[in-house]
Each structure stands twice: as C-alpha cells, then as structure tokens.
C-alpha cells in the first residue's frame, strides 16, 4: 500500500500497485502539472477587527482548479503534496504571489499565509521568505505566517528554531486551529506566538446553551497576558460575532463577513485606510 511504500523510495506504475496509491501518484502528477502550467489560484479571507469592523488582514487560501475534478480542496490535495515534498515549491509559490498582493493593498492590511510542518523542515524557508519580502516590497510586519500545533507537539528543536529566524525577520506568527490537536496551554510556553487562531469548533456553539464560551474566554485572557491577539474562525452568525466580541476576542474570519475570494473581490471590501507606497506595488 501506499503506507508502506514510504515517502523516499521510487515509485512507478506496478501491477501490484493498489487503487489508493494510484489515485495518490495520479494525484502527485497532476500537482506537478498544475504547478507548471498555472492550475493553482489564490482567494483571500478578510479577517475583520471585533471593535472596529475594519478588515485588517487576508488569509490566503490555496485553489487547485483541476482540468476535469473541478475544483479540488485543500483539505485533499494538501496531504500528498506534504508526502511529496511538493509543499516546498508550492508554497513558495504561495508566498510569492500573497506577499505581492499584499504590496498592493493598504498598508494597515496584513496577509496570513499558512505554512505546513513539512516546509518548517526545510532550512531554507528563512531565506526564501526573505526573499519574498525583498522582491514585493511588502514590510515583514504585515507578513503572518499560521502555523498548527503540530510542531509544538513533537516539540521539534529544528523547526521551534526556524521560528525564531522567522521571527528575527519580523514577520508575525500565528498558532492556527488551537485546541484541535491535543493541545495543552502549556505548549503556549514553547514559542512566543503573536497570535492565537481558535478554531471553529470552539466557535459554532458558543451562542448556544450547550456551548463554550469559557474556554474561549479563557484562550483569550491567556493570550492578552502574554501581549498574544486572537482570532475566531468560522464565524458564520451574527450572534457568535456578539458573544466573540463580548468576550475581548480580538478579530474574526468567516463566511459572516465574507468567503474566501479572488484577489479582485477581496479588495473591495478594505477600508480607505493609507494606500499603499507607488514603490511596493509589484
Ligand atoms: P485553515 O488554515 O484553518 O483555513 C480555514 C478554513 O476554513 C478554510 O478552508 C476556509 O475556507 C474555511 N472557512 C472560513 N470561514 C468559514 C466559515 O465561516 N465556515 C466554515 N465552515 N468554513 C470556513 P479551506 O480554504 O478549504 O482550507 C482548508 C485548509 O487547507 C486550511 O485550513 C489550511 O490548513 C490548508 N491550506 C489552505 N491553503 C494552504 C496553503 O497555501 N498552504 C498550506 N500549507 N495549507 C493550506
Ligand atoms: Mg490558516
Ligand atoms: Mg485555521
Ligand atoms: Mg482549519
């Protein structure tokens, strides 16, 4: 199966090959493909401020328009391309054209860009960001780069020090979907993260009876003792918005405000705010 192939030994076309890992190298092909010939697009999720209802910030969010599936979901294709090693390249591909993006738009908007476990590995993520940040023009500070609790959990020494080149660079760094994975606020204490993004399941219930506003609060009051904001995800009513702003939380993403959108959709919903410099325009 393609367990057991592993992730560095040859793969071909075998008869004894299963229909999984088939699917799998189909899959990896046409990544590859999508990569050369222009199949991925990027949309954009404002993530808006609870007291001012501005949007500071945009989340970039990796599209895979596949010739005959359509589109085709992260959540999918995400995995092989973490297995692959082709995360390295396409998200390098991402950063290149969020952080060109970002150049173009008022400079109190910031963009989060997601980056896997697997390109926290590799040695030259600092070096390439940098780059990123050189050739766009856009100031690191406006930079956010989500990260999941994964590496805290293995506790990885090499990637923990790749965060702080990062760091060192000034660009943010976000904890994304805290409370999934077997989290403990302890591991908070392994990384100085600026922000906090509590996931959606913490966030669907919260205006209902049965939810759980406590442990949100919480998250938040722990967040504002070490100079941390949080965000909500997926905030789909107004009256989670309400509860999320009653309890000090400090932005919120979803399909409430808006979806994800292309570039030219998004834009259209920031502030006036300052526009940004004629020399960062990419
Ligand atoms: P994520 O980083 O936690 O992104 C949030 C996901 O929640 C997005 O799914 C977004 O479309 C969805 N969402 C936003 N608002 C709402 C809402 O109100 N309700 C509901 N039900 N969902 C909402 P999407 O775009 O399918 O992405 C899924 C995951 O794929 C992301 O989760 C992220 O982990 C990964 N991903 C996406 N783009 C990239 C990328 O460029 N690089 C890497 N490494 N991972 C990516
Ligand atoms: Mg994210
Ligand atoms: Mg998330
Ligand atoms: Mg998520």
């Known amino acids: 199966g393609a367990k057991a192939n592993g992730r560095r030994t040859h793969r071909f076309f075998e008869p004894e090959m299963d229909a ?5 190298l189909s899959m990896e092909l046409d990544l590859r493909q999508a990569l050369v010939n ?3 697009e990027i949309h954009y999720q404002p993530l808006v401020d609870l007291r001012t209802n501005e949007v500071s910030g945009c989340e970039a969010l990796l599209r895979w328009r596949h010739p005959v599936r359509g589109m085709v979901s992260p959540a999918e294709f995400i995995p092989v391309a973490e297995d692959t090693g082709l ?25 989060a860009v997601n980056v896997s476990p697997v390109q926290l590995k590799c040695d030259t993520l600092a070096l390439r960001i940098a780059g990123a940040l ?12 989500e990260i999941t609790e994964a590496v805290l959990i293995r506790d990885d020494e090499a990637a923990l020090s790749i965060l702080h080149q990062l760091r060192s660079i000034g660009v943010r760094i976000a904890l994304d979907d805290f409370g999934t994975g077997y989290s403990s606020l302890s591991y908070l204490k392994r990384f100085p993260f600026d922000k906090i993004k509590i996931d959606r399941c913490f966030v669907v219930d919260i205006a209902e009876a049965s939810g759980s506003p406590v442990i949100v609060q919480a998250v938040v009051n722990i967040a504002a003792a070490s100079s941390m904001t949080t965000v909500a995800e997926g905030v789909e009513t107004e009256a989670q918005r309400d509860m999320l702003r009653a309890l000090g939380c400090t932005q919120m993403q979803g399909y409430l405000f808006s979806a994800p959108k292309p570039a030219s959709e998004v834009r259209k919903l920031f502030g006036p705010g ?9």
């Open 20 to 24: 999984s890992a088939k699917a799998r």
């Open 87 to 111: 995360i390295n390249e396409l998200g390098a591909w991402v950063l290149r054209m969020a952080c060109n993006e970002a150049a173009t738009w008022p400079a109190h908007v910031r963009v």
């Open 274 to 282: 300052d526009s940004a410099p004629v020399a960062a325009v990419a």
């Open 38 to 40: 222009g199949g991925f």
């Open 134 to 145: 050189a050739d766009s023009g856009l100031n690191p500070r406006r930079l956010e780069l």
